[in-house]
C-alpha cells in the first residue's frame, strides 16, 4: 500500500512557483487581539489574548503556502481575518495591491467573491436539509446575476469537474462517504471562479486512503484554474508535498519562512526542527533526532517578552532572547528565520548596545 505523499509524487506535481507572477494576496502586520473578561464586576485592565501577532505573508497566482504550527498558535484565525469572518487589531490585508479596509463596498463583495474557503469538516460546513444543488447554488444565487438555467448549468459544471456526477445534484449530504461530502465543499469554493481558496485542514477529517484523492484533486484545480491556495495543516508531509512555500507559527507569529523543500530539509529555527522531529518519517528506515521541547507552550495571553520561544528552547543563547523580539532575517535564498541564533544580535547586545527589536531585523 503506498502512503500518501507516494501516491501524490505518482502524479505529475504541484506546479513550479512563477516568482513573478502576480501577487493576489497580502498580509502586513496583521493581528488579532481578543479582549477578554476580566477585573471585579466587570472593572479594571482586562486581559487580552494575541492569537495573531503581526504576521506578514505573501500568496501568490499559483501558490500554495502553507502554515503549520501546533494548536493555538493562531493558524485559524488568520484564516478567519483573510475571509473578513473576524476584524484585524492591526495591520492591512492586500488584495491585488488594494487595502481591504479602504475598498468601498462594491470592492469588498467582489474581494469576498474571489476568496473562498474549504472546511476541515465536510460534514458539519454542509447544510443537511438543504440538496447538493441548492448547496453549490446558493453562493450563486446570493453574489451572481445568472439565471436558473445558468445556475443549473454551472453547477453540473463544478460537481463534474470535482468528480462528482451530474445527477448526485439531487442528493443530501448524508447519501455521500466523508470523500465526496468534501468535493461537494470545494464544488461550492470553487462554483464562483475565485481567485484563492483558503484550505482549513481539508483532508484530516477523511480516511487516510481518501485523503491522496482529494489532494491530487486540489493540485488538478490549481493547474486548471492558476488557483492560490492557502493551506493550514498538521500533516507535515501534506505541507510539504503540497505547498511552495511553508510558514512555520508559534505563540501567533511566524518563526520560520521560506520555500518548503529548504525549510523541510534544512530547518533553521529550533522550533521547527522540533516540530519536523516529531513527524513521522516517510518510510520507516529513514532516521531522525528526537529533539523533546520542556514545558507547555505560554499562554498568548501572557507571552514571555524577547523572543516568545525562548522558554522551550534548548539552544537559547543568553538574556538576548529573553529581552529583544527578533525580527525574520533571510539567513538564506528565499528562507527567512526569526532566531538570535542567526545575525549579530547577540554580539550588539553582550556590547551593551540598547536598540529596538525592530532595528534587529533591519540590521541583521
Known amino acids: 500500500m503506498t502512503t500518501i505523499q507516494e501516491q501524490i509524487q505518482q502524479k505529475e506535481g504541484i506546479r513550479p512557483l512563477d516568482v513573478n507572477a502576480e501577487i493576489i494576496l497580502e498580509t502586513r502586520g496583521l493581528a488579532k487581539h481578543f479582549e477578554l473578561a476580566g477585573g471585579f464586576l466587570g472593572f479594571g485592565n482586562k486581559p487580552t489574548l494575541k492569537a495573531v501577532d503581526g504576521i506578514d505573508v505573501i500568496v501568490r497566482a499559483g501558490e500554495t503556502v502553507g502554515l503549520v504550527g501546533e494548536s493555538g498558535c493562531g493558524k485559524s484565525t488568520t484564516a478567519k481575518l483573510l475571509l473578513g469572518l473576524e476584524k484585524p487589531t492591526a495591520g492591512q490585508i492586500f488584495f491585488k495591491g488594494e487595502d481591504f479596509t479602504k475598498m468601498s463596498r462594491a470592492a469588498k463583495r467582489d474581494y469576498r467573491k474571489n476568496v473562498q474557503a474549504v472546511f476541515q469538516d465536510p460534514w458539519s460546513s454542509l447544510n443537511p436539509r438543504m440538496r ?14 445568472m439565471t436558473k438555467g445558468e445556475i443549473g448549468t454551472r453547477v ?3 460537481l463534474e469537474e470535482v468528480g462528482l456526477n451530474a445527477y ?4 443530501y449530504p448524508h447519501e455521500f462517504s466523508g ?3 468534501q468535493r461537494i465543499g470545494v464544488a461550492r469554493a470553487l462554483a464562483l471562479n475565485p481567485e484563492v481558496m483558503i484550505l482549513d485542514e481539508p483532508v484530516s477529517a477523511l480516511d487516510v486512503s481518501i485523503r491522496a484523492q482529494i ?3 486540489l493540485v488538478d484545480l490549481q493547474k486548471e484554474h492558476n488557483l492560490a491556495y492557502l493551506m493550514i495543516a498538521h500533516n507535515l508531509a501534506t505541507v510539504r508535498y503540497m505547498c511552495h512555500t511553508t510558514a512555520v507559527m508559534y505563540l501567533g507569529g511566524i518563526k520560520e519562512i521560506g520555500d518548503s523543500e529548504p525549510i523541510f530539509s534544512n530547518p533553521l529555527h529550533p522550533y521547527t526542527q522540533a516540530l519536523i522531529s516529531a513527524a513521522l518519517p516517510s518510510h520507516p528506515d529513514i532516521e531522525r533526532e528526537e529533539i523533546i521541547l520542556p514545558g507547555e507552550v505560554p499562554s498568548p495571553v501572557d507571552p514571555p517578552s524577547g523572543c516568545t ?13 529573553e529581552q529583544w523580539a527578533p525580527g525574520l532575517t533571510e539567513e538564506e535564498t528565499s528562507h527567512w528565520v526569526s532566531c538570535h541564533l542567526y545575525g549579530d544580535a547577540k ?3 553582550d556590547a551593551g548596545e540598547a536598540i529596538p527589536a525592530a532595528a534587529v531585523e533591519d540590521d541583521a
Open 215 to 217: 489532494l491530487n484533486l
Open 309 to 321: 520561544f525562548n522558554p522551550r528552547c534548548p539552544v537559547k543563547i543568553g538574556d538576548v532572547c
Open 156 to 158: 453540473s459544471e463544478v
Open 168 to 171: 448526485q445534484a439531487n442528493l
Open 132 to 145: 447538493v444543488k441548492s448547496i453549490v447554488a446558493e453562493p450563486l444565487q446570493i453574489v451572481t446575476k
Open 179 to 181: 470523500g465526496q461530502r
Open 347 to 349: 554580539e550588539r547586545f
